[in-house]
């Protein structure tokens, strides 16, 4: 599956940003999908996951009750809703997959994961 990545940009302290990952393929529903941000010289980091059945999810603490993932399998398409965003949120944002059997079931964790779209750079100033 291929992913591209788009929706970043500059925003000012407070203000909100709607990222999305279209996948190509006919199968995206039997993914699991990630939302993963790195800074320059800083680890990849995990943002926020959601299981094939939309249902299950998680969060980083510093983003959770500020961002919300969404997909539509119809669209191909997962989502990250970002609001009351900080300084501290800039980075380049990743969607990635992985190809799932469990419906229910999502990776936290980078190497969890089997593909990757090319990143969008999220700017948040002070």
């Not at 990849?44 to 969404?70: L, P």
Request: hydrophobic content about 35%; aromatic content about 12%; glycine content about 12%.
């Amino acid at each position: 599956v291929q992913l591209q990545a788009s929706g970043g940009g500059l925003v000012e302290a407070g203000g909100s940003l709607r990222l999305s990952c279209a996948a190509s393929g006919r199968t995206f529903g039997r993914y699991a999908m990630g939302w993963f941000r790195q800074n320059l010289g800083k680890e990849r980091e995990f943002v926020a996951a959601i299981a094939r059945n939309g249902i299950h999810k998680d969060y980083t603490e510093s983003v959770r009750g500020r961002f919300t993932v969404s997909r539509d399998n119809a669209k191909n398409t997962v989502y990250l809703q970002m609001n009351n965003l900080k300084p501290e949120d800039t980075a380049v944002y990743y969607c990635a997959a992985v190809f799932e059997n469990r419906g229910n079931y999502y990776s936290t964790g980078a190497s969890g994961y089997q593909y990757w779209g090319q990143g969008t750079q999220v700017t948040v100033s002070s």
